[in-house]
C-alpha cells in the first residue's frame, strides 16, 4: 500500500497510460497537465506559478504600498461625498434601516441591563457595530444562507426575527426555537436562514464555503454570507474556508467586522499585516476593505459581491472597518485594556447610527419629535417582550435528551427513564416548578 | 520514473502486508481473510475486493442521489485507494473532486454541503489525519441537531477514512482512532470487517440522518475478496451481528480482528475444546449493547479485541457496561486483548499486534480462572 503514496512526480511531457503490473493496480488515465511546456523559451515553467523571472535579490515588503483603502459613502456627518455612490434608497427603506439600528440598539440596552440584574445568564451587545448588520443585511436576498458568528444580531433582526424570539432565546424558555440548548445570542431561524450560531470561533467559515458549494449545484441564484471577527479570521478554519471557497468556486460573501479587538486582545497583536482584505489576493480572492460604521457603504460593497458572488461563482471578501463600542459580553471589563475616551470617540465622533440620522434630518425624513417618538416606542415594544418572555415557563427537561440524534436511541432512552426516577424520588431537590410538563 | 515504478513493483508484488526486505525475511499477514458466504437476497453480485465494494456503494449513490458529492485529496484521480476509480468521469467534476490540503477544511466543508441539504462525502486520506479535523467533527457534526433546537443538521454527512494497521504502516498509517469519537454523543461510527459488509454498512451511513464516521480497514482493501452483489442495499447500523454460535466464551471485535477471532475460536475448539461466540459489533456508536449481554449472560466470559491501545480504547466501554449489566452471571473477569499504550510502532509492529496467541492465551487463563 505504501507505493500509492507515492504518485506525485508522474507528470510527463505528454499524456501517459501507466501500465505497473496486472496483478497490483489498473491502469492510470490522463493526468491532467497545468501548462504546455517549451523550454526553449525563457520563461519560468513551474505548474506552481505563473511569473517571470527576475535577477534581483529583493523580498517584497509588507504594506509599502499603504494599506488597503477604505471605501466610504458618507463622512463622519453623514454627507454624502460623491453622489454617484449614493444607493439613493427610498425614504421608507433608510428609515427602515435607521428604525432596525435603533431597535437593536435598545434591545441590547434592555437585555445587558437583565444580565446585571441575574435575569438571564450572560448576553452580546452590538454597540458601534450596527452598520455592518444592517447594512449587509439589506443587500442580500432573503433565501441567501447566513453563517454568523455571534455579534449579528442586527442581521436577523432586519430580516424580521420578532423580539419575542430574541427574548426567548437569551431566556432559554418554553418559546426558544432552539430548544433552550444554548446560551444567551446564539440564535438561529430556518425560516430566514440563518444558520444557528455556536461559541467556536470560525467554524462556521469552511462551512459557509461548502453551503455555497451545494448551494450553486442547486442554481437557484443563491448566495452565501459568511460573518467572523477579525480575531477569528486568525483560526485555521479561516484559512481553510478562504482557500476551498476558491478553489472550489463558491457564490459566497466573506463578511469580517474588523473592530478593533478580540476581547482585550488589540489587532496590533492578533495580526501583522494589512489587516484581513490584505489576505484575500493571497487566496485568489476579490477584496474591499469598507468604512463598516458607514451603512450606504457596506449596503453598496455588499450588493455588488452578492451580483458577482452569484453570476460569476466565486468568493468575494469584504473587511468592515468598526469599532466594537460595548465590552466583548457580559463577562467583560474592557476598563481594564482600553481608554474611556478611546470609546467615547467612537460613540460620540463616528457612530452609524448617528451618521445615518445625519443623513436623514438633513434630507428632513427624520426630526427631533420623530426621534422622541421612536425612541419611546421601540423602548416600549422591547420591554414588553422581555416582561413576556419573563414570565414564560422554561421546555420540559424532556428536550434535554432529544435531537441528539434524529432518533432516540435505546442506551439514552434508558438514561432518561433513570433521570425521571431520580427526579421522582428527589423531586424537592429540583426546580421542576420553573419547567413546562 | 523508473524508481517509483520499482516502488510500486515491491508494493504490487505483497499479497497482504509485507515487513521491509531489511530484515531479511518476510512475514505473513496476522489472519487470512475469511469471506462470507455469496449473499442471495440482493440481486446478482460481482467478485470485488474491499475497494471496489466501497466504490460500487458510491457509484450506487451518485446514480440515484443528484445532490451527492464526494470530495478529499486526491479522490479525482480515483483516490491513493483506489475507491474513487471511475467515479469522476462518470458523474462529473463538480461531484468528484479534490479539495485542497485540509482535513478540518473537508469536514467543515463537508458539515456546509449537509447543512444546505445535500449529501456529502467526505474522504480523509488516513484515520490518522483526521484529528485537525476533530474540532468540525465533535464540536459542530455530532452538535449541529441538538443546539439548533432541530431546525439545522448535518445528517446528510459521511466521513469516511482508511483505518488500522497495515504490516508497514506505523504511527501515522495504522491507527484506529474509534475510541475518541466514541466519546461524542450526535456521531455514529462504523466499521466493516469485509467487502459485502462495508458496501452495505456504507450505504446505510449515507442513508442515515446522522453524521457518521466510516472506517475502513486498509489492509482489508485488495486483500478482502468476495462475491458483493452490484445493486444497492443496506446493512443495518448499532445492529451487531454473531458470526458464530458459542456456549463458552464470547469474542468481540470489529474491522480486521474478526477474521483473527475467528481463527482464534477455531483454535480454541481445537486445542482446547472450547465453545466460542463470535460476535462483530461493526457499529461502534450507538453499539449494540443488547447482542453483547445477551450472549455473555449465556457464556459467562467475554474478550474484547482490538488494535487500538488498551487503555481508553473502545473495549473498555464494552468492558464497564457488561460488568454492570452481566455481573452475576461472569465466571471470570472481562479480558480485554489489545494494542499496547505506545504509539503504533513500525518495526515492532509483529509483537506489537493483538494477534491470535494473545487472545487465545487469554482465553485459556479465562477458562481457567
Redesign the interface.
Known amino acids: ?7 506525485g ?2 507528470f ?1 511531457t505528454a499524456t501517459m497510460r ?1 501500465l ?2 496486472n ?4 491502469s ?2 490522463v ?1 491532467q497537465l497545468q501548462q504546455t511546456f517549451d523550454s526553449s523559451l525563457e520563461k519560468p515553467q513551474f505548474p506552481g506559478a505563473s511569473a517571470e523571472f527576475v535577477d534581483q535579490l529583493e523580498f517584497i515588503q509588507p504594506n509599502v504600498i499603504s494599506g488597503i483603502p477604505v471605501y466610504r459613502v458618507m463622512d463622519r456627518q453623514g454627507n454624502i461625498i460623491n453622489p454617484s455612490q449614493d444607493p439613493q434608497l427610498s425614504k421608507e427603506t433608510v428609515l427602515n434601516f435607521y428604525q432596525k439600528m435603533t431597535m437593536l440598539n435598545t434591545m441590547d440596552r434592555i437585555l445587558y441591563e437583565s444580565q446585571r440584574q441575574g435575569r438571564i445568564s450572560f448576553y452580546m451587545t452590538n454597540y458601534g457595530e450596527e452598520g455592518t448588520h444592517i447594512g449587509s443585511a439589506a443587500a442580500l436576498d432573503p433565501n441567501d ?1 447566513v ?1 454568523g458568528q455571534y455579534r449579528e444580531a442586527g442581521v436577523l433582526m432586519y430580516r424580521g426575527f420578532p423580539l419575542d424570539h430574541f427574548m426567548a432565546q437569551c431566556y432559554a424558555n418554553a418559546d ?4 433552550g ?2 446560551m444567551p445570542v ?1 440564535y ?3 425560516d430566514l436562514n440563518f ?2 450560531i ?1 461559541s ?1 470561533l470560525a ?1 462556521q ?11 450553486k ?2 442554481n437557484t441564484n443563491r448566495a452565501v454570507i459568511c460573518y467572523f471577527g477579525e480575531g477569528a479570521a486568525s483560526e ?2 479561516a ?3 478562504f ?2 471557497s476558491a ?2 468556486e463558491c457564490p459566497l460573501i466573506f463578511f469580517c467586522r474588523n473592530n478593533g479587538y478580540a476581547i482585550s486582545t488589540p489587532t496590533n497583536e492578533q495580526y501583522r499585516g494589512d489587516g484581513i482584505a490584505a489576505r484575500g489576493p493571497g487566496y485568489g480572492m476579490l477584496s474591499i476593505r469598507v468604512d463598516g460604521n458607514d451603512v450606504f457603504a457596506v449596503y453598496n460593497a455588499t450588493k455588488e459581491a452578492r451580483r458577482r458572488a452569484v453570476a460569476e461563482n466565486q468568493p468575494f471578501l469584504i473587511e468592515a472597518m468598526t469599532y466594537r463600542i460595548g465590552h466583548h459580553s457580559t463577562s467583560d471589563d474592557s476598563s481594564a485594556y482600553r481608554s474611556v475616551d478611546e470609546v467615547n470617540y467612537w460613540d460620540k465622533q463616528d457612530h452609524p447610527i448617528s451618521r445615518l440620522r445625519h443623513y436623514m434630518t438633513a434630507r428632513g425624513w427624520w426630526s427631533e419629535d420623530d426621534e422622541r417618538s421612536w425612541r419611546k416606542q421601540s423602548r416600549k415594544t422591547v420591554m414588553e417582550a422581555f416582561e413576556r418572555a419573563e414570565r414564560r415557563l422554561k421546555p420540559n427537561p424532556e428536550l434535554l435528551f ?6 432516540m ?4 432512552n434508558k438514561q432518561r427513564e433513570s433521570l425521571w426516577r431520580h427526579v421522582q424520588q428527589y423531586k424537592e431537590n429540583y426546580p421542576l416548578d420553573l419547567y413546562e410538563k | 520514473m523508473a524508481a517509483a515504478a520499482r516502488l510500486f513493483l515491491r508494493g504490487a508484488n505483497s499479497k497482504l502486508s509485507i515487513a521491509p526486505g531489511s530484515l531479511g525475511t518476510t512475514h505473513a499477514a496476522h489472519f487470512t481473510f475469511q469471506p462470507d458466504p455469496v449473499p442471495s437476497q440482493y440481486g446478482p453480485t460481482q467478485k470485488m475486493n474491499l475497494f471496489q465494494s466501497i466504490t460500487s456503494a458510491l457509484d450506487n449513490t451518485l446514480a440515484s442521489d443528484p445532490t451527492a458529492v464526494i470530495f478529499g485529496e486526491d479522490v479525482a484521480f480515483g483516490g491513493v485507494f483506489r475507491c474513487t476509480v471511475g467515479l469522476r468521469d462518470k458523474y462529473g467534476k463538480d461531484r468528484v473532486f479534490n479539495t485542497p490540503l485540509c482535513e478540518q477544511g473537508i469536514v467543515g466543508f463537508g458539515i456546509g454541503v449537509a447543512v444546505a441539504g445535500a449529501t456529502a462525502i467526505a474522504e480523509i486520506q488516513f484515520a490518522d489525519y483526521i484529528f485537525p479535523a476533530f474540532d468540525q467533527i465533535v464540536n459542530e457534526a455530532a452538535k449541529y441537531r441538538y443546539r439548533s433546537g432541530n431546525m439545522f443538521d448535518c445528517g446528510n454527512l459521511t466521513i469516511r477514512a482508511p483505518w488500522g494497521c497495515v504490516g508497514h504502516g506505523s504511527l501515522y498509517h495504522s491507527q484506529s482512532p474509534e475510541a475518541f469519537f466514541a466519546h461524542c454523543p450526535g456521531l455514529k461510527v462504523v466499521i466493516p470487517r469485509s467487502p459485502i459488509q462495508a458496501k452495505g454498512l456504507l450505504l446505510s451511513c449515507i442513508a442515515d440522518k446522522n453524521p457518521c464516521i466510516f472506517f475502513e480497514p486498509k489492509i482489508l482493501y485488495r486483500a478482502a475478496v468476495e462475491q458483493v452483489p452490484e445493486d444497492p442495499y443496506t446493512i443495518p447500523l448499532s445492529q451487531a451481528e454473531v458470526l458464530q454460535e458459542g456456549s463458552d466464551v464470547t469474542l468481540v471485535a470489529w474491522g480486521t480482528q474478526i477474521h483473527v477471532l475467528k481463527e482464534v475460536a477455531s483454535m480454541a475448539q481445537e486445542k482446547l475444546g472450547v465453545s466460542c461466540e463470535v460476535i462483530d459489533l461493526q457499529t461502534i456508536l450507538p453499539w449494540d449493547i443488547e447482542t453483547v449481554c445477551k450472549s455473555v449472560v449465556k457464556t459467562g466470559r467475554l474478550l474484547i479485541s482490538h488494535e487500538a491501545p488498551v487503555t481508553g480504547g473502545f473495549a473498555s466501554e464494552i468492558s464497564s457496561t457488561v460488568q454492570e449489566e452481566c455481573f452475576l452471571n461472569l465466571e471470570a473477569p472481562i479480558s480485554r486483548v489489545c494494542g499496547y499504550d505506545t504509539p503504533f510502532p513500525h518495526i515492532f509492529e509483529p509483537f506489537y499486534i493483538p494477534d491470535k496467541w494473545k487472545c487465545f492465551e487469554a482465553i485459556k487463563k479465562m477458562i481457567n480462572y
Not at chain 1, 23 to 26: E, F, G, L, M, S
Not at chain 1, 176 to 179: E, P, R, T, Y
Open positions: 500500500m505504501l507505493c500509492l503514496l507515492f504518485l512526480p508522474f510527463a501507466l505497473i503490473n496483478a497490483c493496480i489498473q492510470f488515465q493526468l444562507l453563517f426558544d426555537l432552539g430548544k440548548r444554548q446564539h438561529g431561524s430556518k444558520v444557528t455556536s467556536p467554524t467559515i469552511p462551512q459557509a464555503a461548502g453551503a455555497a458549494y451545494a448551494v449545484r442547486e485555521g478554519d484559512h481553510a474556508g482557500n476551498f478553489t472550489l432529544t435531537d441528539v440524534y434524529q432518533e436511541i435505546p442506551s439514552l
